[in-house]
């Protein structure tokens, strides 16, 4: 959500900036702009919509600078405009570009209004610009007014700000929102996150919760929230700019469901061995912490907390430990009851999600054993700030609708349920053969993808459609609520998804022949009760359409639905396997219906604020 780039350089910085913001497109957003110092003068460019439109405004109305910060915005105050695009201004000599809300911007508005500044957009942010004017022209430097100023903000920030008056240097802070230090030779960056960055480096300094840093063409020097001088290590990434391209394929989309074979592997790969996983992969002494585990809380949103809902099941089934699966921004505002000796497991993509990222805080004052987070970005705030952590190393995404990050997610959860379940006394025949089906999982994935052609077949009999009903049982439910959520995010198709048993208690009665139905049958001992709900579609004239495991037999008449056979690779890992094919047909309905699959309407990829 909203994207930060910033550069101090020895050379002309409005290409830098402009690829930053191109490779956070996929954060979500809906304007952009740019505020670079050039001579004496601040010099602002700001459109709504896309990157290239900006781009190509810089064409007829360029500027040449060293210095500058840029910012694509997603509305949270204020509607989509050029007016309320970032970067901010005040008084034409100080500039700030914001990620986040600031909760209390209307008593900072009335404050700083009765101060004679004027505002001239909607949005919470520029109250920031004017604040630090306001501080720095009280004699404050810039370094010392942004201290000052992140004191007096309620909420969630990443900020970059440029004065005139501190021409040579950007002041970055941030607080519940990321923000990265990129390093140069005589040239320094911000961003929010590495990917902005990895045209110009490979080097970075991840900073912590309340860190305030300032970044000029010789160095950088980093401070706490108080102001006083921190050191935070240096870290080089192995991530190239290739490898958040799009390479062959028609969208990022596309793309990462095709990786999800090698990114499972690599989720695997140093864990298991010889039918058995390997010691410590949770963490340095970890085996004492899972060893004492009684219960399990886990903690997500969106399509993770869909992940955790299928952890659920396996954690219950195989390891005989309660668990309960939360809503992380209902998890935040209720009062939850904590047994002794409970796990708490954050699952999170980016690491930066921001109710996620609070969820875990706020479980710091219960009696959890541990916190364990699950996440794909190894410097985020989510694993410096727990316990355990278990990588799931899917490599960057960036589209919108997750794809290899589910899937990756689902694969860190079984190794941790079948650790959970052998510390608490599974047999060891089970666990070996467990852990050897989870071992198949990347071979089965891309068995999975060979379906392929055939569900961009079956898309075109969805094209039509304005609603979609998705059916599954046990740890299949899960996935078919991970189903209708992909269909609705990229194609824009309303769709739900239920328990195949609860059919018969409401949703029956929006089936009929325009209504297509996608059911999950893997074989297993709700087979046949599924069988069963199928049959109620079929006798109202519902049009079915069938995931199958390849010795499931399901009879359909063609003409009003078709199933579709994969190998499932066992009932342990089916759940994750299913899940192939629904992301397929979500991906080529959406491509026929001619919508933006990588970038879909209203929508975010990391959602670093409530």
């Not at 702009?33 to 460019?45: D, I, K, Q, S």
């Not at 960056?189 to 590495?194: A, E, K, N, R, T």
Request: with cysteine; glycine share 8%.
């Amino acid at each position: 959500m909203c994207g930060i780039v910033g550069a101090v350089a020895n050379r002309e910085i409005g290409p830098i900036l402009i690829a930053g913001l191109q490779a956070l497109e996929y954060r979500g957003y809906d304007s952009a702009g740019l505020a670079v110092l050039e001579g004496n003068a601040l010099h602002r460019r700001r459109t709504k919509g896309k990157v290239r439109e900006l781009e190509q405004l810089l064409v007829t109305e360029p500027v040449a600078a060293r210095i500058g910060i840029a910012h694509t915005r997603w509305a949270t105050h204020g509607v989509p405009s050029t007016h309320n695009a970032h970067p901010h201004v005040s008084a034409d000599r100080v500039s700030v570009a914001h990620n986040g809300i600031i909760e209390n911007h209307v008593e900072l508005r009335d404050e700083l209004t009765a101060k004679g500044y004027e505002f001239t957009s909607e949005t919470d942010s520029e109250v920031i610009a004017h604040l630090i004017d306001s501080l720095l022209e009280s004699g404050l430097s810039l370094i010392e007014a942004v201290v000052s100023a992140t004191h007096r903000l309620h909420g969630a920030y990443a900020i970059a700000v440029l004065s005139l008056a501190h021409s040579d240097r950007i002041v970055g802070a941030r607080r519940g929102s990321p923000l990265v230090v990129g390093i140069g030779l005589g040239e320094h960056f911000l961003g929010s996150d590495v990917q902005a960055l990895l045209r110009v480096t490979n080097r970075f300094v991840y900073l912590d919760e309340g860190d305030i840093v300032e970044i000029s063409r010789d160095g950088y020097r980093v401070m706490d929230a108080q102001g006083k001088p921190v050191n935070r290590a240096e870290r080089e990434t192995d991530l190239t700019a290739d490898a958040v391209e799009r390479g062959e394929y028609r969208h990022y989309m596309l793309k990462e469901i095709h990786e999800q074979p090698e990114a499972v592997a690599r989720t695997l790969e140093g864990r298991i061995a010889e039918a058995r996983i390997l010691p410590n992969v949770f963490g340095v002494d970890a085996e004492a912490v899972l060893r004492n585990v009684r219960h399990v809380h886990i903690v997500a949103c969106g399509t993770s907390y869909h992940a955790g809902m299928v952890a659920k099941y396996w954690i219950e089934g195989l390891a005989n430990l309660p668990c309960a699966v939360e809503v992380a921004s209902e998890y935040r505002y209720r009062k939850t009851v904590v047994p002794n000796g409970t796990l708490f497991v954050a699952v999170s993509q980016s690491g930066e999600t921001a109710d996620t990222l609070a969820a875990l805080r706020s479980g710091r004052d219960e009696r959890y054993l541990s916190a364990l987070a699950v996440c794909n970005v190894p410097e985020s705030s989510l694993v410096r700030e727990s316990d355990l952590v278990l990588m799931t190393r899917a490599g960057p995404e960036i589209g919108v609708a997750s794809t290899k990050a589910f899937t990756t997610q689902l694969a860190a959860l079984a190794l941790l349920t079948l650790e959970l379940a052998r510390l608490n006394g599974m047999p060891e025949a089970k666990y070996q053969r467990l852990v050897a089906q989870l071992a198949t999982l990347p071979r089965v994935v891309a068995d999975a993808l060979a379906l392929e052609p055939a569900i961009a077949t079956l898309a075109e009999r969805f094209v039509d459609k304005h609603h979609a009903l998705f059916l599954g049982r046990g740890a299949s439910y899960p996935i078919a609520i991970e189903a209708a959520l992909k269909l609705k995010e990229i194609s824009y198709i309303h769709a739900e998804a239920y328990p195949a048993g609860e059919l018969k208690h409401g949703p029956l009665a929006l089936v009929d022949e325009d209504m297509p139905v996608i059911a999950v049958a893997p074989n297993n001992q709700l087979l046949e009760k599924l069988k069963s709900n199928l049959e109620e579609v079929r006798a109202r004239g519902g049009e079915l359409f069938v995931i199958a495991d390849r010795d499931v037999e399901v009879k359909l008449d063609d003409k009003r639905g078709a199933v579709l056979h994969v190998d499932a690779g066992g009932n342990f890992i089916s759940p994750i396997v299913f899940n192939i094919p629904l992301q397929l047909l979500a991906y080529h309905v959406a491509v026929l219906k001619g919508t933006d699959v990588d970038q879909p309407r209203n929508l975010a990829k990391s959602v670093t604020v409530e």
